[in-house]
Nanobody
Framework: QMQLVESGGGLVQAGGSLRLSCAAS????????MGWFRQAPGKEREFVAA????????DYLDSVKGRFTISRDNAKNTVYLQMNSLKPEDTAVYYC??????????????????WGQGTQVTVSS
């Protein structure tokens, strides 16, 4: 079992920055790819970013490349999403997710085992 707790969401003006954190419980954190997903009202959940267990591989949604950075601190069982140059279209509930142990690097939400409760990010124009 693994529990994921996100924090760091909030209201920010366009062009601003936020840093999301996701604290994970359990002993298998380093064996799992971690991902961030988001869901805006009336839209399907979409992939935002992922990072491999050791941190050596990362991938991003095209629309956030150059603005968002995913990172992890395995000593703290925590994954981060630094979001810069935020746009109104980034407004959504952001979810942290954990892939299955030793299962590779995935971008589809169906591949992820555990999910956090979500944190709201609202970007005003």
């Amino acid at each position: 079992q693994m529990q994921l707790v996100e924090s760091g969401g909030g209201l920010v003006q366009a062009g601003g920055s936020l840093r999301l954190s996701c604290a994970a419980s359990g002993r298998t954190f380093t064996t799992r790819t971690m991902g961030w997903f988001r869901q805006a009202p009336g839209k399907e959940r979409e992939f935002v970013a992922a990072i491999s267990g050791g941190g050596g591989r990362r991938d991003y949604l095209d629309s956030v490349k150059g603005r968002f950075t995913i990172s992890r601190d395995n000593a703290k069982n925590t994954v981060y999403l630094q979001m810069n140059s935020l746009k109104p279209e980034d407004t959504a509930v952001y979810y942290c997710a954990a892939d299955r142990p030793y299962s590779g690097f995935h971008l589809r939400s169906s591949e992820y085992d555990y999910w956090g409760q979500g944190t709201q990010v609202t970007v005003s124009s």
